[in-house]
């Protein structure tokens, strides 16, 4: 059996009425793999779980979940996660007989996941449907045509990034389309941004709005930059507080 080495000191506070337990601890194997931008990747398979019940560290979220009749353990970046609901993640470190001296307990099998977000209803994805895009989300993050995304009053991604100076401290508009969103990340979703017009640059969004990889979104946020969040999350240019334009 394997035993991580972990660093801090334990402290428990008893949950209630659902609220989830707190252990002010870090675990070392977590943190080097969520200190990279993308968790190793040994499962590519999507993972459809429900959530079953939360333990939190200081950074990072252990949650225990169901998938179809099997039940196991995620550890991801801390968010607010809630019991009873239902989440997806296709990319993951599994690990098996994972000791951890913090909770005094061995987990059989947990995945170290970089990207866990909310499961859609086919209901709530109908209604996304309409918000965002008349047509069905597409998947691939490459933008054939720049027609859809034309808006008054969107700047090209390429204009905002060019002359960021100009935009830094700003409220700007942008319409693009979301090749990728990490949800539930630190009290927010992370939107990635494509217009094809500076697709070499990964611009990312960050709003209270959970919107879908595939569909073209009109937001207004203000571009900031040098923000550096912690655990890895740290961005040169970044457009934060995004507001979705219908």
């Known amino acids: 059996m394997r035993?991580?080495?972990?660093?801090?000191?334990?402290?428990?506070?008893?949950?209630?009425?659902?609220?989830?337990k707190v252990l002010e601890v870090e675990d070392e194997q977590v943190k080097a793999i969520f200190n990279e931008k993308e968790a190793p990747e040994s499962s590519n398979s999507e993972h459809h779980v429900?959530?079953?019940d939360t333990l939190q560290s200081s950074r990072y979220s252990y949650l225990k979940v169901s998938e179809n009749d099997k039940e196991f353990?995620?550890?991801t970046m801390r968010a607010n996660f809630i019991i009873g609901e239902d989440y997806v993640f296709e990319k993951g470190l599994f690990k098996t007989d994972y000791y951890s001296t913090q909770f005094d307990r061995s987990f059989d099998e947990i995945?170290?996941?970089s990207d866990l977000r909310p499961?859609?209803?086919d209901g709530q994805k109908n209604a996304l449907d309409k918000m965002f895009d008349s047509k069905p989300a597409r998947s691939a993050p490459s933008i054939s045509s720049e027609e859809d995304l034309e808006r008054e009053g969107s700047l090209k991604i390429a204009e905002?990034?060019?002359?960021a100076e100009q935009y830094v401290g700003k409220s700007v508009q942008i319409t693009a389309k979301v090749t990728k969103i990490n949800a539930n990340i630190m009290d927010r979703h992370w939107l990635h941004l494509k217009d094809g017009s500076f697709d070499n640059f990964d611009l990312v969004a960050t709003s209270q709005t959970a919107v879908p990889a595939g569909h073209i979104v009109t937001i207004k946020a203000t571009l900031n930059r040098d923000v550096d969040f912690g655990a890895g999350y740290s961005y040169d240019l970044i457009l934060e507080n995004a507001e979705v334009i219908p």
């Open 50 to 52: 429900h959530l079953l």
């Open 3 to 20: 035993r991580l080495s972990l660093l801090g000191l334990v402290a428990i506070i008893a949950a209630c009425n659902q609220q989830p």
């Open 111 to 113: 995945y170290l996941v």
């Open 73 to 75: 353990w995620l550890a």
């Open 160 to 163: 905002l990034i060019q002359n």
């Open 119 to 121: 499961a859609f209803s």
